[in-house]
């Protein structure tokens, strides 16, 4: 028997697996959108990583990925610490920065 929720079950498993083999594209054009801020970026520049990270946090997260919403939460949080002042990224939020997004190239599952 094909009830609604097994074919609602169908669907989200496809959208989980879809999902999934989208994610080192979502991750590497956050990384690009990291690497194009100039070094004295201020806090409007971080605002499109934030909102990418943000995404990902929550999408992921719905899904079922846990750790990649973990880590891509943690990123957002610290951007959005970052750009609280006003002023360039310090040489410390920039490494806390990168690390993060190791931290969240390290949650992507195996393929």
């Given at each position: 028997?094909?009830t609604?929720?097994e ?11 879809d ?67 006003g002023?360039a ?8 920065i ?6 969240l190239?390290?949650?992507?599952p195996?393929d």
């Amino acid at each position: 028997m094909n009830t609604a929720q097994e074919r609602f079950r169908a669907f989200l498993a496809l959208q989980r697996d879809d999902y999934q083999r989208a994610l080192p594209e979502k991750l590497a054009q956050l990384q690009a959108l990291w690497a194009g801020l100039d070094k004295d970026a201020a806090p409007p520049a971080l605002s499109e990583l934030e909102r990418h990270a943000h995404t990902l946090a929550g999408t992921a997260g719905t899904l079922g990925f846990r750790e990649v919403g973990l880590a891509a939460k943690s990123l957002e949080e610290l951007l959005a610490r970052a750009g609280e002042g006003g002023a360039a990224l310090t040489p410390g939020q920039r490494s806390e920065i990168s690390l993060a997004l190791a931290a969240l190239q390290a949650s992507l599952p195996a393929d």
